[in-house]
Structures are given as C-alpha cells and as structure tokens.
C-alpha cells in the first residue's frame, strides 16, 4: 500500500511563491504518474500538474502552466511542486496522487492513491 504526505502549504501573499512536496512511502513504490490537484471550498477537485515517473515528461492545466513546475525525485520517492506568482484564486487544499498502471487520462478518477493534503491560501 502506498502512503503519500504533501507538506509545504502556508499562508503566502498574492505573488508570492511556495514548494510543495510530496513524500511517497510503500513496499513497492513504482507509479506510472504522479499529480497534484487542488480542491477550493465549495468547488470540485481540479487537476493541476503531473509527471510520469519513468521519463520526468510533464502535462499542466491552464491556470498552472507557465507559473507552476511539478518535479519528481526518483530516489527519494519525493514530487515536488514550485508554485510562483501566487493569486487568490490559487488557495485550496492541494493533494498528491499517483497512479500505478500505464495510460489513463489526468483527471482525478484515474488516480489510485492520494495523501491527506496541505492547504495554500494567498492572501491580497
């Protein structure tokens, strides 16, 4: 079974930046993808970045892309998510997920673990 903790989240003002990471821990830790998602009070879960674990290829959503850069460390079984130029609409609780078999698409249904999340708010 594979156990995720996300750290990193805090108060930050608008522009400011933060790391996510997202500790991963298991027998056999060996995903196809990792994500991160973000889920606002009283709005759905929403996809944000994920990278494969084999070849580091990455794929962003449209508020993150060019802001946001997900990375992963093989060796530590460790995802790391650098979140600049921060806005209010950034603030959520931000999760880590991973999911264990080939393909699949980004949105959150196709992930199979997930840690308990970390808040971000951006204050203006």
């Known amino acids: 079974q594979v156990q995720l903790v996300e750290s990193g989240g805090e108060l930050v003002q608008v522009g400011g930046s933060l790391r996510l990471s997202c500790a991963a821990s298991g027998r056999t830790f060996l995903p196809f993808r990792m994500g991160w998602f973000r889920q606002a009070p009283g709005k759905e879960r929403e996809f944000v970045a994920a990278?494969?674990?084999?070849?580091?290829?990455?794929a962003y959503s449209d508020s993150a892309r060019g802001r946001f850069t997900v990375s992963r460390d093989n060796y530590k079984n460790m995802m790391y998510l650098q979140m600049n130029n921060l806005t209010p609409e950034d603030t959520a609780v931000y999760y880590c997920a991973t999911r264990n078999l080939y393909g699949g698409g980004l949105e959150a249904a196709a992930y199979d673990n997930w840690g308990p999340g970390t808040q971000v708010t951006v204050s203006s």
């Open positions: 990278i494969a674990w084999s070849d580091a290829s990455t």
